[in-house]
């Protein structure tokens, strides 16, 4: 069919047109077209495109015009169960790397159950996705990883399943970057892993490793099976301080403690090329080969991380009469340690000095920014990249980048300078969301809802990720994404309108968006139900770039506000109701509690569904509450 389509578009359009077939395959009587590349040569109004949502079915000629008989490799993805304790962790968008599937070659157009990451009572305790390679936490806190920026080129196929490398650190969260993942424990502690399994390998040449025979710690400690290192503050903690929440941006990486203090450190060279670290110098490791053998302590060099724009702030004015600067950041910390990729290039997490004496509640790293918001007031602090304006310091900063923390402002977007309190900041890519809560005054006249809260959004919205149905390539005034902002919903407990939040944003560096809406604590009912557990669950919306399919609507064009994710490839599933178009997340309780490797952890425990927005591809599992 397509062969003919081709070879008929090919005669309609050979005169005033160039076209050049970049590979043709002959199988049997049918001939496949995987490419067709346009030439410019006179191509009018009426020309035949070839359409995105088609491009897939291309490259692999008429594969999916006959599934079945090509083998497993394109076979009917699985259904989902209909058992209670069955959990099902569903993935889509690109798969060029195996990180949304180990088996399947081509991008997921729909969600799809990942079985390795399935199983009856099988819940995670968090999910994280970069673009070669992919980890999960498992109800015991191990780390599973996975991905061909993992195993490496020629692996076989059959052997790309989620292996465990981090195990016994009970780990509950994961912070992504190209090379490293950065692991938060329960107790506060900071791991960093490659994330290349060639890279994990302990030896005797390993840093760490080797012990003295008179050291007693011999008697109960065993060798790691991963390298791994933790990651100090330069500066004491207090006795009960802990690390509380990470954030990872491009190379760069933030960190907040139970105190509200607020850390990072460099995970490349360019970690602070346009002032996002907050810290300019640094501590890097020499490499071992560098370091003095006669000592076992480390020895650490100290780098100026300087900004680009301070140290050239006309590099990009006159670029073509000026001589790039050699002396750098970048060639410093490349002379220190020619290893970025390696887990110690930096083992310290460095105080921010601007924001001391400052109590921050959360952290969010962008690719190339830094936000934090402050725990009493809800004020928001941005710094680094803006050349989007995705600092939301308003359309009149045309900096390129802010090397100080400052203060974001939202009393332009409300009328009579209400209360304003930020509740969230949400970070990915080059786009920033913030959840911000308004309270005015109430007047006899007026009987409207007091409160209300709205969904923010600024940056780069070239591809919708702003969520207000437009395409602007750069904002930087703050702008309301539309339908998840100042919705108000009727609680039948309370009988009044309450605002209705968002419950959970991720934002991913792709430049998409998810949303869960919180309907678990504003809905209830007048006959008894809890609050806690609503009939339905919550709405799952998504929005922005899609050309990797990465929204799971089913076509690839991008959606330049929040859509609802269709629960087709979800219906048959344990209390999915199959009359409501629309995805909603669910809790459950299980019989039994189990991680990945089957053992069971605990009895009746409680579970509840959640959405990762990840890079190229977005995933819908079960999370341990």
């Known amino acids: 069919m397509w062969s003919q389509l081709a070879a008929r578009a090919l005669r309609q359009r050979s005169r005033g047109c160039s076209i050049r077939l970049a590979h043709t395959v002959a199988n049997g009587r049918k001939s496949k077209i995987s490419r067709a590349l346009f030439v410019a040569g006179g191509l009018g109004a009426g020309a035949l495109l070839l359409q995105p949502a088609y491009a897939d079915i291309l490259e692999r000629g008429d594969a999916s015009l006959d599934l079945a008989s090509r083998g497993s490799k394109y076979a009917k993805p699985p259904t989902p169960s209909g058992e209670k ?36 009572g099988v819940a995670l305790r968090d999910l994280a996705f970069h673009e070669k390679h992919a980890a999960c936490v498992d109800a015991a806190g191990n780390v599973y990883q996975w991905g061909d920026g993992f195993f490496g080129k020629g692996h076989p196929e059959d052997k790309r399943q989620p292996i465990p490398t981090l195990k016994g650190k009970d780990i509950v969260k994961l ?27 302990v030896n005797a040449d390993t840093p760490g490793v080797r012990m003295s025979w008179w050291n007693p710690a011999r008697l109960w400690q065993t060798q790691p099976s991963v390298d791994f290192i933790e990651l100090h ?19 760069h990486l933030l960190a907040v403690t139970s105190t509200g203090r607020t850390f990072s450190t460099p995970i490349s060279s360019s970690a602070n090329s346009h002032g996002q670290l907050g810290v300019r110098q640094v501590q890097l490791l020499i490499p071992r080969a560098s370091q003095d053998t006669s000592t076992s302590a480390p020895v650490r060099s100290s780098v100026d991380l300087i900004p680009k724009a301070l140290l050239d702030p006309y590099a990009k004015s006159t670029p073509g009469i000026r001589t790039p600067d050699r002396s750098s950041q970048a060639s410093q910390a490349s002379d220190a340690n020619p290893t970025e990729a390696d887990i110690r290039f930096c083992d310290m997490l460095f105080e921010i000095p601007s924001l001391r004496g400052v109590e921050i509640a959360q952290v969010s790293a ?76 109430s007047t006899a006249s007026d009987s409207s809802p007091n409160v209300s809260i709205d969904l923010f959004a600024a940056g780069m919205g070239q591809f919708g990720s702003l969520g207000n149905a437009s395409w602007s390539q750069a904002q930087g005034s703050p702008v309301r994404v539309k339908g998840v902002s100042g919705i108000q919903e009727y609680n039948e407990a309370t009988r009044s309108l309450q605002p209705l939040a968002p419950k959970l944003v991720t934002a991913s560096p792709t ?15 007048a006959s008894g139900k809890s609050a806690a557990q609503p009939a339905q669950g919550c709405d799952i919306m998504t929005w922005g770039s899609n050309a990797d399919y990465q929204l799971g609507i089913g076509k690839r064009s991008n959606m330049p506000q929040p859509t609802h994710l269709p629960s087709d490839p979800f219906a048959g599933g344990y209390d999915v109701d199959a009359k409501v178009e629309r995805m909603m997340t669910r809790g459950r309780q299980v019989d039994a509690l189990r991680d990945l490797e089957g053992k069971t952890l605990a009895k009746n425990a409680r579970v509840e569904q959640t959405v990762v927005a990840g890079w190229g591809c977005g995933a819908v599992y079960w999370k341990v509450v």
Request: hydrophobic residues 30%; proline residues 3%.
């Open 85 to 120: 304790n069955v959990l099902e962790t569903f993935t889509w968008g690109t798969n060029k790397y195996h990180t949304t599937s180990s088996s399947d070659l081509y991008d997921s157009r729909r969600p799809t159950p990942f079985a390795q990451l399935s199983g009856a």
């Open 175 to 201: 912070a992504m970057s190209a090379s490293k993942i950065y692991a938060l424990s329960s107790s506060g502690k900071v791991y960093v892993i490659s994330s290349d399994i060639g890279k994990q390998a």
């Open 233 to 251: 503050p330069g500066s004491k903690l207090a006795s009960n301080e802990r690390f509380a929440s990470l954030s990872a941006g491009r190379s």
């Open 366 to 441: 962008g690719d190339r920014s830094s936000y934090a918001r402050t725990k009493k007031e809800g004020r928001v602090l941005g710094w680094g990249a803006n050349e989007y304006g995705q600092l939301a310091l308003g359309s009149t900063v045309t900096m390129e980048c802010v090397t100080v923390p400052t203060e974001i402002v939202f009393t332009r977007s409300y009328q009579g300078a209400p209360g304003l309190r930020c509740l969230d900041i949400t970070a990915g890519g080059d786009v920033v969301y913030f959840t911000v809560e308004s309270t005015r005054a």
């Open 511 to 525: 430049h998409h968006a998810m949303i869960v809406m919180d309907t678990s604590t504003s809905g209830g009912s």
